[in-house]
């Protein structure tokens, strides 16, 4: 039954987030199309519910041609790649806000695993990527607030962003979100929901295990707390 509510919940807080925010995200608009490449949003197909694909809406904050210049497939601090207003938007997360169109469509819910493409969900262990899609993407979810800094451990892992990615990253990321899976319920959405607002206002904080004392311990070099 949560999930036909928690579909219920996405209609109706992605509707009256895009409402609420219109007067964030119209300047949002403007910006880009002044600073950036003339375009405002970025359309990537992702992998969603049930290992289906779809095309996920983002402020874009890169270069056009992104994906074949110097810095590969991850995104690191100090990228030449990212667009001036952009690396503010990733900072904040503001780039992930068109995310709500999404979510108001049904592609994806306000909580859940980040959607991705092949090259990112291909180094999960295979039986996370079984199971990792059995509910849909998310806007936020555990393995988000926890690497809420990827970009950071990517840039200071002293070895290639990929193999970082694949050795340490894929395979916490996975057990974080089967352990939302086990843990699904409203009041697991609605604290992840206020520990994503809470770590944007304190990053350093460890209200996060507190809260969920059973997390899955995650051994990854660089990532604190």
């Not at 819910?109 to 998310?138: A, C, M, W």
């Not at 809420?148 to 979100?177: H, N, Q, T, V």
Request: net charge positive; charged share 25%; glycine share 8%.
């Amino acid at each position: 039954m949560y999930r036909v509510f928690k579909r219920f919940l996405d209609v109706v807080l992605s509707g009256l987030a895009l409402l609420v925010l219109a007067p964030l995200l119209v300047p949002v608009c403007v910006g880009l199309l002044l600073t950036g490449e003339h375009y405002v949003f970025y359309f990537q197909e992702r992998i969603g519910f049930k290992n289906k694909r779809f095309f996920i809406w983002k402020f874009a904050t890169m270069l056009k041609a992104s994906p074949s210049l110097a810095g590969g497939l991850h995104t690191t601090r100090r990228d030449p790649r990212v667009l001036p207003m952009g690396r503010f938007l990733r900072m904040t997360k503001i780039n992930e806000l068109p995310q709500l169109v999404n979510i108001f469509k049904g592609d994806m819910s306000i909580v859940g695993p980040r959607p991705l493409v092949d090259k990112t969900f291909d180094p999960y262990p295979r039986h996370v990527r079984e199971k990792i899609y059995n509910v849909k993407p998310g806007l936020t979810g555990i393995g988000s607030i926890v690497f809420r800094d990827e970009e950071r451990l990517l840039s200071e892992c002293g070895m290639g962003a990929s193999e970082f990615y694949g050795r340490y990253i894929a395979p916490a990321k996975g057990e974080l979100e089967l352990w939302y899976q086990r843990r699904f319920s409203l009041w697991t959405d609605m604290m992840l929901i206020f520990l994503t607002a809470w770590v944007i206002v304190f990053p350093k904080s460890k209200l996060l295990h507190r809260v969920f004392r059973d997390l899955p311990e995650v051994e990854v070099p660089g990532l604190g707390g």
